[in-house]
């Protein structure tokens, strides 16, 4: 994709050929900048503070990560070091966790003064491999969008609503929801997204509508609450979102809100389509009552920040001071409210039965499909207290008044 005419992709291994360069997500739309990551502790901090986002970006950064790490000590204890580090940064993406185990497949075999040239090379594969994968989604989506317009005239607007950023910057290139309307729009079509803001930290309103805008694709960001209004009054013709995780029965945990939206979407006979690479799909969690939630700062729901009038970034106050904040970051969106998964290999009912259709190697090769993989809830959150600190402060106050 290009930013002011120029291509790039969000993650790439700079001339040096050692240090890995990603977008800092945390400065779009206001500001575009590039970070430079030279060492494990830079890709797990970029992958911690949302630097980079997205389940396949983290997976790639999680992939360069390793390499980084190898670069300074390929010992084994390091790789094992390497893959602990990284995997504990977000706790929800599937895609982290499939890229680490990857990139170990790989290196533990080799000789340490072999896993440098190797880590490096196997994640630049995994990058490829990604664009790759998200082309084939857009190419598998564009077909529905066309089903759409031919039963349209010629002059009438699709409207495709979008949640989150499930776009190029949060993959390596193309995006997985909207890759279908990148296609779209270069082919032609009379192509118009509701972008929802995506409270509380507006990778919508920030990043999709940045991205949208700088491909010249015609947009409107909305706040979260007005998805059902537009809907309700025939202004939807197709919701499109991304996956961090989802689950082998198709149930699908994405940014939070989008459980919300498939609600709506089925309740007005909308179709609601959710594109993902197949690394996304975890074949170890029969449903989604597995997925661990990540509980997320709260400071990003008591505070926002934007450009002010001195063209600066400002942090402001939005709650009273002393409000408790819970911040789940995902939900999960039932297998029953789903339309179809759009993926590399076409689109599928969301269903055990239909993904299988697609990965019929999974059901000869995997017998652990459906089988829970124990995954540890981490919580996590700084500055103001979630619902679940706040619990646990109140608990140790009173053992504390008890005990006196």
Same mark, same amino acid.
């Given at each position: 994709?290009?930013?002011?005419?120029?291509?790039?992709?969000?993650?790439?291994?700079?001339?040096?050929?050692?240090?890995?360069?990603v977008?800092?997500?945390?400065?779009?739309?206001?500001?575009?900048?590039?970070?430079?990551?030279?060492?494990?502790?830079?890709?797990?901090?970029?992958?911690?503070?949302?630097?980079?986002?997205?389940?396949?970006?983290?997976?790639?950064?999680?992939?360069?990560?390793?390499?980084?790490?190898?670069?300074?000590?390929?010992?084994?204890?390091?790789?094992?070091?390497?893959?602990?580090?990284?995997l $504990?940064?977000?706790?929800?993406?599937v895609?982290?966790?499939?890229?680490?185990?990857?990139?170990?497949?790989? &290196?533990?075999?080799?000789?340490? $003064?072999?896993?440098?040239?190797?880590?490096?090379? #196997?994640?630049?594969?995994?990058?490829?491999?990604?664009?790759?994968?998200?082309?084939?989604?857009?190419?598998?989506?564009?077909?529905?969008?066309?089903?759409?317009?031919?039963?349209?005239?010629?002059?009438? +607007?699709?409207?495709?609503?979008?949640?989150?950023?499930?776009?190029?910057? $949060?993959?390596?290139?193309?995006?997985?929801?909207? $890759?279908?309307?990148?296609?779209?729009?270069?082919t032609? /079509?009379?192509?118009?997204?509701? %972008?929802?803001?995506?409270?509380?930290?507006?990778?919508?309103?920030?990043?999709?509508?940045?991205? &949208?805008?700088?491909?010249?694709?015609?947009? +409107?960001?909305?706040?979260?609450?007005?998805?059902?209004?537009?809907?309700?009054?025939?202004?939807?013709?197709?919701?499109?979102?991304?996956?961090?995780?989802?689950?082998?029965?198709?149930?699908?945990?994405?940014?939070?809100?989008?459980y919300?939206?498939?609600?709506?979407?089925?309740?007005?006979?909308?179709?609601?389509?959710?594109?993902?690479?197949?690394?996304?799909?975890?074949?170890?969690?029969?449903?989604?009552?597995?997925?661990?939630?990540?509980?997320?700062?709260?400071?990003? /729901?008591?505070?926002?920040?934007?450009?002010?009038?001195?063209?600066?970034?400002?942090? %402001?106050?939005?709650?009273?001071?002393?409000?408790?904040v819970?911040?789940?970051?995902?939900?999960? +969106?039932?297998?029953?409210? %789903?339309?179809?998964l759009?993926?590399?290999?076409?689109?599928?009912?969301?269903?055990t039965?239909?993904l299988?259709?697609?990965?019929?190697?999974?059901?000869?090769?995997d017998?652990?499909?459906?089988?829970?993989?124990?995954?540890?809830?981490?919580?996590?959150?700084?500055?103001?207290?979630?619902?679940?600190?706040?619990?646990?402060?109140s608990?140790? #106050?009173?053992?504390? #008044?008890?005990?006196?």
């Amino acid at each position: 994709m290009k930013i002011g005419g120029v291509a790039y992709r969000s993650i790439w291994l700079n001339a040096d050929g050692a240090t890995v360069e990603v977008i800092d997500q945390t400065l779009l739309p206001h500001r575009f900048a590039v970070r430079s990551l030279m060492s494990l502790a830079d890709a797990e901090h970029a992958i911690k503070t949302m630097i980079v986002r997205g389940a396949p970006l983290i997976g790639a950064t999680a992939a360069y990560g390793m390499s980084l790490a190898m670069a300074a000590d390929p010992s084994d204890s390091m790789l094992e070091e390497a893959h602990g580090c990284l995997l $504990a940064a977000r706790p929800t993406a599937v895609n982290l966790r499939w890229a680490l185990d990857e990139m170990t497949a790989v &290196l533990k075999p080799l000789a340490p $003064a072999q896993r440098k040239q190797a880590g490096y090379q #196997r994640a630049a594969a995994i990058c490829d491999e990604d664009v790759a994968l998200n082309r084939a989604i857009g190419e598998h989506g564009l077909k529905l969008i066309e089903a759409i317009a031919a039963k349209k005239p010629k002059d009438k +607007t699709i409207n495709i609503m979008t949640h989150c950023n499930a776009g190029w910057l $949060a993959t390596v290139d193309f995006g997985t929801a909207l $890759a279908p309307i990148y296609l779209a729009h270069d082919t032609g /079509i009379n192509i118009h997204v509701w %972008v929802s803001e995506t409270r509380p930290r507006n990778q919508g309103a920030s990043l999709t509508a940045w991205e &949208l805008g700088q491909h010249g694709v015609p947009h +409107t960001v909305i706040v979260d609450n007005a998805a059902g209004h537009l809907m309700r009054n025939g202004d939807v013709d197709m919701i499109s979102v991304g996956s961090d995780r989802t689950a082998a029965n198709g149930d699908v945990c994405n940014k939070i809100g989008t459980y919300l939206k498939a609600l709506a979407a089925k309740d007005n006979d909308v179709p609601f389509y959710v594109a993902l690479p197949s690394p996304t799909i975890d074949w170890n969690l029969p449903d989604g009552k597995n997925i661990p939630i990540e509980e997320r700062n709260g400071l990003e /729901i008591s505070q926002i920040s934007g450009r002010n009038k001195h063209h600066g970034i400002s942090s %402001v106050a939005v709650t009273p001071q002393g409000s408790v904040v819970a911040n789940p970051g995902f939900d999960v +969106t039932p297998a029953r409210l %789903v339309t179809g998964l759009i993926t590399e290999r076409g689109v599928c009912p969301a269903s055990t039965e239909g993904l299988l259709g697609l990965y019929p190697e999974r059901a000869s090769n995997d017998a652990t499909i459906g089988k829970p993989l124990q995954v540890p809830r981490r919580i996590k959150s700084e500055g103001v207290p979630s619902r679940v600190e706040a619990e646990k402060i109140s608990t140790r #106050r009173r053992r504390a #008044r008890n005990l006196a």
